[in-house]
DNA sequence: CGGGTAGTAGACCGGTCAGTTAAATTTGGG
DNA sequence: CCCAAATTTAACTGACCGGTCTACTACCCG
């Protein structure tokens, strides 16, 4: 272990263990004019296919697709190029596994969090917007900016680039709204919500989150989400047009 | 003007004409597998700066701010990097001309038309959407993709990347929410609307907005925009609690 | 022990990146 | 017509792009 070549190559150390499932997502403090160190390299003891995922999540989320290399994901996963593409036939299909691991991520962390029924269905749609405002709000402590929705930033950069990536990302959407129209349904059952048109609610209602997250992402400031989230509970769309 | 050396140089000649400041939105058919043919070269009868301008403009919101290249600006608006780096300092410059004749573009074309007095303050803002819909429908029609919002693509890249892009974005995104908060401050004038919260609801029409257009490119379906844009008029804050 | 295989290493491919430089050419005013 | 300023040209820098290739190591199974 210790002649491993990997403790004495030229790549630094990493100064933090990142698990990949829970605290994957966080990042340093952001400097504008030096990014190549702006994120410490990882911990090399996770198996060498999840840490490259991890790496990759990590930038791209916190840049951009087209503006994150292979190169520069190998090295913070501490991983030669050649393995990179033993496990990844291209840049594209890591960016559709990190797409995997995101959705798992936001499904453990996120959605099976807001939608437990403890709540009252619509509580859970508020409190959806709660725990983005404060994931947001933790990543803008972490690393001085907002980062933004994963999905969001991919499809508006992707989805006239790939079509595949773009269909995973739709396909993503269309998981979280079916969610949300859940709750919908739970809150016209309950009695909590008059009759509406549950499917093109959901729609809006994601719709308008993704707007105030891209809006927050825009003026760097996570409070957008909690004052504009106040506002969700409009955007349910009648079943008809008469007015009871 | 006709040894003009642009004429028998390799780069391909202009099929279209397009006027920078009408139809300088539009491309060619998108083709996934080769880009280097998406759009063609631009007339040379306008002048280098605007041509540039107008060439990053496309390419731009077509693809990404880091997807394209100075270099391919270049070869679209027929000029040699040199004379780039003559009338720009940097890549990160254009971008803010460019985003400086889009926010005129948008004020010109969609704003103007849509808050015209001719319509009561509420069907101004559904105007808007209507607009918005119909360019995207355009674009799609034209080029095989929705596109997006041309700010929200760079807030989305860039917030992260260029402060000084987020904060021309950021600063852009005022002015649409300002005009906006004006119809609804007239919308209240005229009786057609109670008492609300202007600034907020302002603000969230325009986050949802952004999000339905986000939505809409992410399925490459501008119809998006039409349903979804119905619920706009639920987005309104109240001023009090007190329900009446 | 032999041999297959998963994984790793690192050089290498053609091409592009943003930006620089210096010289040549065009332009417009006196 | 001449000169200077504005503009354009083309070669160039050093770094990096996504992806390929071959050789090598480590480990497992028989």
Redesign the pocket.
């Known amino acids: 272990m210790q002649?491993?070549?990997?403790f004495d190559?030229d790549i630094p150390q990493p100064d933090t263990h990142l698990c990949h499932q829970q605290s994957g997502m966080s990042i340093s403090r952001v400097d504008f004019t030096d990014r190549?160190t702006i994120i410490p390299v990882m911990n090399t003891s996770v198996?060498?296919?999840q840490r490259i995922i991890d790496s990759a999540q990590e930038l791209i989320y916190a840049r951009s697709?087209?503006?994150?290399?292979?190169?520069?994901?190998c090295n913070r996963a501490?991983?030669?190029?050649?393995?990179?593409?033993?496990?990844?036939?291209?840049?594209?299909?890591?960016t559709l596994a990190v797409l995997d691991q995101l959705e798992q991520f936001f499904r453990d962390s996120v959605q099976d969090n807001a939608f437990s029924s403890d709540r009252s269905p619509l509580e859970r749609i508020d409190r959806l917007i709660e725990l983005i405002y404060e994931f947001q709000r933790q990543t803008r402590e972490d690393s001085g900016q907002i980062l933004g929705c994963p999905f969001g930033n991919l499809a508006g950069e992707m989805s006239t680039q790939d079509e595949q990536i773009r269909q995973r990302v739709m396909h993503i959407f269309r998981g979280i709204e079916a969610r949300i129209a859940e709750s919908l349904e739970d809150a016209i059952a309950t009695g909590e919500l008059a009759d509406i048109n549950v499917q093109a609610s959901a729609e809006a209602i994601f719709a308008y989150i993704e707007g105030i997250v891209l809006i927050a992402k825009a003026r760097n400031d996570p409070e957008v989400i909690r004052k504009l989230g106040k506002a969700v509970r409009g955007l349910m769309v009648p079943a008809t047009m008469v007015k009871e």
């Open positions: 002649n491993d070549p990997r190559s190549s198996d060498t296919k697709y087209t503006d994150v290399g292979v190169q520069e994901i501490g991983v030669k190029k050649g393995s990179f593409y033993h496990f990844f036939p291209s840049k594209r299909d890591l």
